[in-house]
């Protein structure tokens, strides 16, 4: 398995993969949900706000894909959302999606990335040393469906400290729908 950078020529092939892994597990409508997520992600993030990163088989096909949004915090930390994420269905459950964030997250920490959250499933992301947070600690940016997925971990080694204060993510993860 190969482990790179996003490339913006990769972009049809990763919303397609976004959009039949999600058709696939949550249904047509869900796929095409998230696969438009991922447009207006790539297109309508600044550069420097967004870092993408795919997992590649040994015949060059995109078999998973993960996207790092910036997510401001009331401290000013330089910090960074995790979603979505993907893993073509054929090869989920083989660890490819969890060597995937590991490779993020190495990226993200070698460019003094200090803190980065997530919204998902604890027992998933937490083998990947994410952790439950309270809003009480940082606020996410929306109202969440399911408190108990809001997720972060340190990539400087220092704990998340509480923070006062509202948070914001990029505008294509801004919708309420997505929380």
């Known amino acids: 398995m190969d482990f790179s950078r996003f490339n913006a020529a990769d972009t049809q092939a990763v919303i397609a993969l976004f959009t039949d892994v999600f058709s696939a597990s949550e249904g047509d409508a869900e796929g095409r949900r998230i696969g438009q997520l991922v447009s207006a992600l790539v297109a309508g993030t600044p550069p420097q706000d967004l870092l993408g990163y795919v997992a590649r088989a040994a015949d060059g096909n995109i078999v998973g894909c993960i996207f790092f949004s910036r997510f401001w915090v009331p401290d000013g930390q330089t910090a960074f959302l995790l979603s979505p994420v993907a893993i073509a269905t054929p090869v989920q459950g083989t660890g490819i999606g969890q060597q995937l964030i590991r490779y993020g997250l190495q990226q993200l920490a070698s460019l003094g990335v200090a803190l980065v959250f997530?919204?998902?499933?604890?027992?998933?992301?937490?083998?990947?040393g994410f952790m439950p947070i309270s809003e009480q600690i940082v606020a996410a940016p929306c109202a969440m469906s399911q408190p108990e997925g809001w997720l972060a971990q340190s990539l400087d080694g220092r704990p998340v400290a509480p923070m006062h204060g509202a948070t914001r993510c990029v505008d294509a993860l801004a919708d309420p729908q997505y929380w």
């Not at 997530?118 to 990947?128: E, W």
């Open 118 to 128: 997530t919204y998902g499933d604890p027992a998933f992301y937490g083998k990947t």
